[in-house]
C-alpha cells in the first residue's frame, strides 16, 4: 500500500525559509514522478512543483526563484526547501506521488507565514 508522509511545516515569519519532506513507502519511487501542491484558505489546491522519475523540474511562477524540489531516491523522499516566504504562501502543503496517471497524496502539512 502506498503512503505518503509530509512533515517540516509550522509557523514562520516573512523572509524566512522552511523545508518540507515527504517520506514515502509501499512502493518502488525511483520510477514515480513527485510533486508538492498547495492549497491556500478557501482556494482550490495548486501545483507548486514538481520532479519527474529523470529529475526535470518545474515550478509555478509565482515560488520560481524561492523554492526548490529535489529527491533522493535512496531515501524514497522528495523535499521542498521554501526561502523568502511570503504570507501568501500560507497554505496547506501536500506532497504528490504519479505513476501511469495514477496520483498518491499524503495528509497535508501547514505552511503558515506571518507578516
Known amino acids: 500500500q502506498v503512503q505518503l508522509v509530509e512533515s517540516g511545516g509550522g509557523l514562520v515569519q516573512a523572509g524566512g525559509s522552511l523545508r518540507l519532506s515527504c517520506a514515502a513507502s509501499?512502493?518502488?519511487?525511483?520510477?514515480?514522478?513527485r510533486g508538492w501542491y498547495r492549497q491556500p484558505p478557501g482556494k482550490q489546491r495548486e501545483l507548486v512543483a514538481t520532479?519527474?522519475?529523470?529529475?526535470?523540474?518545474r515550478y509555478v511562477d509565482s515560488v520560481r526563484g524561492r523554492f526548490t524540489i529535489s529527491r533522493d531516491n535512496a531515501k524514497n523522499t522528495v523535499y521542498l526547501q521554501m526561502n523568502s516566504l511570503k504570507p501568501e504562501d500560507t497554505a496547506v502543503y501536500y506532497c504528490?506521488?504519479?505513476?501511469?496517471?495514477?496520483?498518491?497524496w499524503g495528509q497535508g502539512t501547514q505552511v503558515t507565514v506571518s507578516s
Open positions: 504528490n506521488a504519479e505513476r501511469n496517471g495514477i496520483p498518491y
Open positions: 509501499g512502493s518502488i519511487f525511483s520510477l514515480y514522478n
Open positions: 520532479i519527474t522519475s529523470g529529475g526535470i523540474t
